[in-house]
């Protein structure tokens, strides 16, 4: 049984964001070829996308590849860029079965034209469907996609179109990357480490946090589906005491 058939739309997380950890752990521990943990990764993302869908998630965005991992091995840069590819080739029939948007952030100057030719498709190709949004972070990082916002806002003040009084969090907060989507409610990390690397910092400012030994290409819906369950249980405050909050929810 689905999650969503046993919880209340109003408690479900709008917005759910994975730090997809532990591919390379996976594929050392199951002997397997360098780089076939990244493809056992690529694999595991097909149930969690349609489950979100199927269960009410508005939008789910996934960590793909961080501004760091440029510093990894050549050979393995290049890996992660060729699953990329394959990775948006084979999510469009998901997307259109399911008539779910596909989206990118992050700093696509570094990647290859190719790729962005292929990313920016995708988006043209998907931009109307409403079902769900899959986000999939590409050379991203929650500082750079801060800095790149209090940019444009400088660049605005130098013109003169923006006094410097009137930048305010608000204000920063339409610039950073998914602006138009709803904050992170959920953020989950597998792999057993207990951080958030640089991963939408600005967006998850009040998200809950999950974090799972599960390496990812082991992680299920139904590990998704209890901390969702663990998630509906949780009392979120926002920076009011728990007696607001009881107060009002009792006015809703």
């Known amino acids: 049984m689905s999650i969503s ?3 209340a739309p109003a408690i479900l997380p709008r917005h759910i964001a994975i730090i997809m950890d532990g591919n390379n752990r996976y594929g050392k521990a199951n002997d397997l070829r360098h780089g076939q943990g990244h493809v056992a990764g690529k694999d595991a993302l097909d149930p969690i996308v349609e489950y979100c869908v199927n269960t009410g ?3 789910l965005t996934v960590f793909a590849f961080s501004s760091e991992n440029w510093q990894r091995p050549p050979s393995e840069v290049a890996l992660l860029m060729q699953l990329l590819t394959s990775t948006i080739h084979e999510q469009m029939p998901r997307m259109n079965e399911y008539r779910i948007r596909l989206r990118f952030i992050g700093d696509r100057s570094q990647l290859s034209e190719s790729l962005q030719t292929l990313m920016a498709d995708a988006e043209e190709k998907t931009a109307k469907f409403d079902a769900m949004t899959l986000v999939i972070a590409i050379s991203y990082g929650g500082q750079w ?23 305010s969090e608000e204000l920063l907060g339409n ?5 138009d989507t709803p904050a992170v409610d959920m953020l989950v990390r597998t792999g057993g480490e207990y951080r958030i690397s640089n991963f939408l910092l600005w967006q998850s400012a009040y998200a809950e946090l999950f974090f799972t030994p599960t390496l990812w290409p082991n992680f299920t819906a ?15 405050r926002f920076g009011k005491t728990s007696e607001q909050v009881v107060i009002e929810q009792q006015g809703h």
Do not use: H, P, S, T
């Open 175 to 179: 610039y950073v990357q998914l602006a």
């Open 222 to 236: 139904e590990e998704l589906a209890l901390m969702i369950a663990e998630f509906a249980k949780r009392q979120r």
């Open 5 to 7: 058939a046993v919880l």
């Open 57 to 59: 998630i508005e939008v």
């Open 145 to 167: 996609d801060i800095a790149n916002a209090a940019k444009q806002l400088a660049q605005q003040v130098q013109a003169g179109e923006l006094k410097a009084e009137d930048v």
